[in-house]
């Protein structure tokens, strides 16, 4: 998994298959999550969010997993397919402070082989 | 997609010379940003915008300055380029800075080579 704020690990998946990307969050009183995918040579795509104020949600054939508790994220990928490799980076966005600036994590690397 | 460009899209120059990337939007959205993304740091904030002729520093706002006249552009000047400031810029933009009602949008980049 990754920490906002330290290197980036590599996941290789087969085709098919699930994947879990987890990120580890650094602020408590973070309230908004987004996960992006960042395909070689473009910029960071939404994928899906959440609220701290739900513990789970879902998209098409991605979900999105919060433990508050321990300050955790998670993507889940269903089925994954090779047009799914690309870079996976949570964002966190504090509930205070004024700005409402997100803090990004430097990704995961997802590589689905065929 | 969003309606964000980026321009240039790369652009190599030399130490010491002055760099202005551009970005432009056709959404409306009240806020922009500048980010450079460089391994093993992820995104990092340069400078954002909350309305024309409004903006305020990020957390790598040193040699670089912005400048934003219009609702849909937002330009982001090195004065002085040093081999330092070789990175890739993005551009987002997002409707409010409320995050829990807001999102931000990426442009595709610009990679700029200092030499």
């Known amino acids: 998994g990754e920490s906002v704020g330290l290197h980036l690990p590599t996941l290789s998946v087969q085709e098919g298959d699930n994947s879990i990307i987890n990120c580890a969050y650094s602020n408590s009183a973070s309230d908004y999550f987004i996960w992006y995918k960042q395909e070689s040579g473009k910029g960071p795509q939404f994928i899906i969010d959440i609220r701290s104020n739900m513990d789970k949600r879902q998209g098409q054939r991605v979900t999105v997993l919060l433990n508050k508790t321990v300050k955790h994220l998670s993507l889940q990928i269903a089925a994954t397919q090779p047009g799914d490799s690309a870079v996976y980076f949570c964002?966190?966005?504090?509930?205070?402070?004024?700005?409402?600036?997100?803090?990004f994590g430097r990704g995961t690397s997802l590589i689905v082989h065929p | 997609d969003a309606g964000i460009t980026q321009s240039p899209r790369h652009k190599v120059t030399e130490t010491g010379t002055p760099v202005t990337l551009r970005c432009h939007q056709t959404e409306n959205h009240r806020y922009m940003y500048w980010y450079r993304q460089d391994p093993g740091h992820g995104l990092r904030l340069i400078h954002y915008s909350y309305g024309v002729k409004d903006t305020d520093k990020g957390e790598v706002s040193d040699g670089y300055s912005v400048s934003r006249s219009k609702t849909e552009d937002f330009l982001l000047t090195l004065e002085s380029a040093t081999s330092s400031q070789t990175s890739v810029y993005f551009c987002?933009?997002?409707?409010?800075?409320?995050?829990?009602?807001?999102?931000?949008?990426f442009g595709p980049g610009t990679r700029l080579t200092v030499l």
């Open positions: 964002a966190e966005t504090p509930a205070s402070g004024g700005s409402y600036i997100p803090t």
């Open positions: 987002a933009i997002s409707e409010s800075t409320r995050a829990s009602t807001d999102t931000q949008y």
